[in-house]
């Protein structure tokens, strides 16, 4: 057996001798955290099923096609691996999304082509800005978001920018 086979006992153990070491409820405590658990999941749950009906039509659209097609060229003048577009369109929205798109690259460019690099690479090192934003504006019950949208997607672009230059200049193309 090794050591993190009793990681999770220890840490049970440790907190529960703590917690009759200063006479806490661990029963009561544990089901008021609960509580407002579940309180929390049902007030960001309908940020959450707007966010993926909203991911859902714009995939159905074609709308990622349609972007991608129009990016071409700019992939093109500057060396960026066009098959990679879909992922960059679709990681700020959508995680499991951006992930299929990403083992669809993988297992038709190739595991150890640059596209297939270029997409691990900006796996990552992005966020899916739009689904975090979702959960942590609806969990603290902020409408409205100034400038955190723009500055994630900044930040997003930034990393799409760096990582792609420097998987070309380990990689090369």
Same mark, same amino acid.
């Given at each position: 057996?090794?050591?993190?086979?009793?990681?999770?006992?220890?840490?049970?153990?440790?907190?529960?001798?703590? $917690?009759?070491?200063?006479?806490?409820?661990?029963?009561?405590?544990?089901?008021?955290?609960?509580?407002?658990?579940?309180?929390?999941?049902?007030?960001?749950?309908?940020?959450?099923?707007?966010?993926?009906?909203?991911?859902?039509?714009?995939?159905?659209?074609?709308?990622?096609?349609?972007?991608?097609?129009?990016?071409?060229?700019?992939?093109?003048?500057?060396?960026?691996?066009?098959?990679?577009?879909?992922?960059?369109?679709?990681?700020?929205?959508?995680?499991?999304?951006?992930?299929?798109?990403?083992?669809?690259? $993988?297992?038709?460019?190739?595991?150890?082509?640059?596209?297939?690099?270029?997409?691990?690479?900006?796996?990552?090192?992005?966020?899916?800005?739009?689904?975090?934003?979702?959960?942590?504006?609806?969990?603290?019950?902020?409408?409205?978001?100034?400038?955190?949208?723009? $500055?994630?997607?900044?930040?997003?672009?930034?990393?799409?920018?760096?990582?792609? $230059?420097?998987?070309?200049?380990?990689?090369?193309?």
């Amino acid at each position: 057996m090794s050591v993190t086979d009793w990681i999770i006992p220890l840490i049970t153990v440790f907190v529960l001798t703590y $917690a009759a070491f200063k006479r806490v409820d661990v029963f009561g405590a544990f089901c008021e955290g609960a509580s407002e658990g579940l309180k929390t999941c049902a007030e960001i749950l309908p940020a959450l099923v707007l966010l993926l009906v909203c991911i859902g039509m714009f995939r159905a659209s074609g709308a990622v096609e349609l972007l991608t097609k129009a990016l071409e060229p700019l992939c093109a003048a500057v060396g960026f691996p066009s098959e990679v577009m879909p992922l960059v369109v679709l990681r700020p929205f959508s995680g499991s999304g951006a992930m299929a798109v990403y083992n669809e690259i $993988a297992s038709s460019a190739g595991a150890d082509t640059f596209a297939e690099r270029v997409a691990a690479t900006l796996i990552g090192s992005s966020e899916t800005t739009f689904y975090t934003a979702a959960v942590y504006f609806s969990a603290v019950r902020c409408h409205r978001t100034r400038c955190a949208i723009p $500055a994630a997607l900044i930040s997003d672009c930034t990393a799409w920018i760096v990582c792609g $230059a420097v998987v070309f200049l380990f990689f090369g193309a």
